[in-house]
Antibody, heavy 120, light 109 residues
Framework: QVRLEQSGAELRRSGASVKLSCKTSGYTFTSYNMHWVRQVPGQGLEWMGFINPRFGGTFYAEKFQGRVTMTRDTSTSTLYMELASLTSEDTAVYYC?????????????WGQGTLVTVSS | QTVVAQEPSLTVSPGGTVTLTCASSAGRVTSVNSPSWFQQKPGQAPRALIYSTNNRHSWTPARFSGSLVGDNAALTLSGVLADDEAEYFCLLYYSGTPVFGTGTAVTVL
């Protein structure tokens, strides 16, 4: 079955960057576009962008363009999301999600989430 | 920035039926927006329930159904169980960009 295993919690200072990982298994890694979504504690879900693992192409939400970088390592079936110039407003749980070959790309499976805390 | 609005909270009795709606500031929601629905319980990641308006995932109980009602997307929970108490989010696509709804907290009481 599809599994998305995310890296552990991170603590950063304002102005720093963070790089999160999402190790996938249970399907052909290059088959599905994969999203990153974040959730500020107690608030709603916010889409950040997605990556096509086969070609490495990305599509970012306008809000995060210039600050987010999504990459992948096909040899380890792992996705990465790096967010730069962190502020306290970036304190959130970050999820990887995806696992469908539909168009538009779906959010069928979710990782367990990674809490990123940014201190000033 | 398109806003996708949901009822902040709804209460339903066990065994009852409740309908959640998903409205778009950009106008009428249609199948082109490919509405999806997700359930999230406290401390857990969201779980996908419905995709492409009215399609259940293999793990989605039959008591969850999606539809278009009037200008909105809708999620109907029938024969509600205590286990259905959760936050529910819709998602709409706009020219390839997904936007999540504001979420509805469903209380089973």
């Amino acid at each position: 079955q599809v599994r998305l295993e995310q890296s552990g919690a991170e603590l950063r200072r304002s102005g720093a960057s963070v790089k999160l990982s999402c190790k996938t298994s249970g399907y052909t890694f290059t088959s599905y576009n994969m999203h990153w979504v974040r959730q500020v504690p107690g608030q709603g879900l916010e889409w950040m962008g997605f990556i096509n693992p086969r070609f490495g192409g990305t599509f970012y939400a306008e809000k995060f363009q210039g600050r987010v970088t999504m990459t992948r390592d096909t040899s380890t079936s792992t996705l990465y999301m790096e967010l730069a110039s962190l502020t306290s407003e970036d304190t959130a749980v970050y999820y990887c999600a995806g696992g469908s070959d539909r168009h538009p790309p779906g959010f069928d499976y979710w990782g367990q989430g990674t809490l990123v805390t940014v201190s000033s | 920035q398109t806003v996708v609005a949901q009822e902040p909270s709804l209460t339903v009795s066990p065994g009852g039926t409740v309908t959640l709606t998903c409205a778009s500031s950009a106008g009428r929601v249609t199948s082109v927006n490919s509405p999806s629905w997700f359930q999230q319980k406290p401390g857990q990641a969201p779980r996908a329930l419905i995709y492409s308006t009215n399609n259940r995932h293999s793990w989605t109980p039959a008591r969850f159904s999606g539809s278009l009602v009037g200008d909105n997307a809708a999620l109907t929970l029938s024969g509600v169980l205590a286990d259905d108490e959760a936050e529910y989010f819709c998602l709409l696509y706009y020219s390839g960009t997904p936007v999540f709804g504001t979420g509805t907290a469903v209380t089973v009481l």
